[in-house]
């Protein structure tokens, strides 16, 4: 990428973009544009969802209903630790 000035710039990471999604997406946007992911893992506190696309080789990360991070992967992308409910 380059200035007007013909310098280089550096890209930001909202400038990166894995099948025309990035950070400055969000999760309803996957759904648009992928449909419903192959795996779905919640974070032991509850507050991010990863959201795999084995087909597409992707995954994305959400919090706060956005994109926090995406990779390439061919596989599901899970948490560690996952959230369990606590059955009354």
Avoid: W
């Amino acid at each position: 990428m380059l200035l007007n000035e013909g310098a280089p710039s550096k890209a930001s990471a909202r400038d990166i973009k894995l099948i025309g999604l990035g950070i400055n997406n969000r999760e309803v946007d996957i759904s648009q544009k992928l449909g419903e992911p192959t795996t779905v893992s919640i974070d032991s506190e509850g507050l991010k969802k990863s959201m795999s696309f084995p087909r597409h080789n992707v995954s994305f990360v959400v919090g706060e209903g956005d994109i926090k991070y995406m990779c390439i992967a061919n596989k599901p992308v899970t948490f560690l630790n996952e959230y369990s409910p606590i059955a009354n």
